[in-house]
């Protein structure tokens, strides 16, 4: 695709259509998904859905990959205990979805499983453009750090926002 191209994608993929699909509803259906799926291990996991990159980044080729990586680090993904922080991004106008994971859950759940995740959801998604995918997505990254991070019954701190970001 062109610079060009993506950038006017970019430019025509509102806030609006992210506001449409997911509406304070299902926003708050995320938040509790992610807060009572996170009792039971020692993961965090933070839920980014954007609706377009900032156009100078579309038309600088900035990837869902980059973007992601950015978000890692300015949500503070990686800055947990246990260094099992998870970030699940979606990007509207790019229909990309990217999973990034610190390097205590890497250690234990490998590159193939994440993009697995990432596979189905995209492909969900492009049938149901709503929270319903994205809920399955998070019970699926749940279960992953439940058998890998179980919650040892011992203190469990809250540390990431458990809150959506839309952007």
């Known amino acids: 695709m062109s610079n060009l191209r993506r950038a006017l994608q970019h430019i025509a993929t509102t ?18 998904a992610v807060h009572a ?3 039971h291990h020692r993961g965090e996991i ?23 990586r950015f978000l890692f680090g300015a949500l503070e993904v990686w800055n ?7 970030l699940l991004y ?3 106008a790019d229909h990309a979805v990217e999973l990034l994971a610190d390097r ?7 590159p193939a499983a994440w993009r697995e995740l990432c596979d189905e959801l995209a492909q969900g998604l492009k049938q149901d453009l709503s929270v319903r995918p994205v809920l399955a997505t998070v019970a699926r990254i749940h279960a992953l750090l439940t058998t890998h991070f179980p919650s040892d019954g011992g203190d469990n ?8 970001v839309f952007l």
Not at 15 to 32: C, D, N, S
């Open 37 to 39: 799926g996170e009792a």
């Open 46 to 68: 933070r839920v980014v859905i954007e609706a377009s990159l900032p156009v100078g980044h579309a038309w600088a080729g900035v990837t869902p990959r980059e973007r992601a």
């Open 90 to 92: 979606i990007n509207l």
């Open 104 to 110: 205590g859950i890497n250690a234990s759940v490998g």
């Open 80 to 86: 947990t205990m246990d260094h099992t922080g998870v």
């Open 15 to 32: 806030a609006g259509a992210t506001r449409k699909r997911f509406p304070a509803e299902a926003q708050q259906q995320l938040h509790e």
């Open 157 to 164: 701190p809250n540390e990431l926002d458990d809150r959506p």
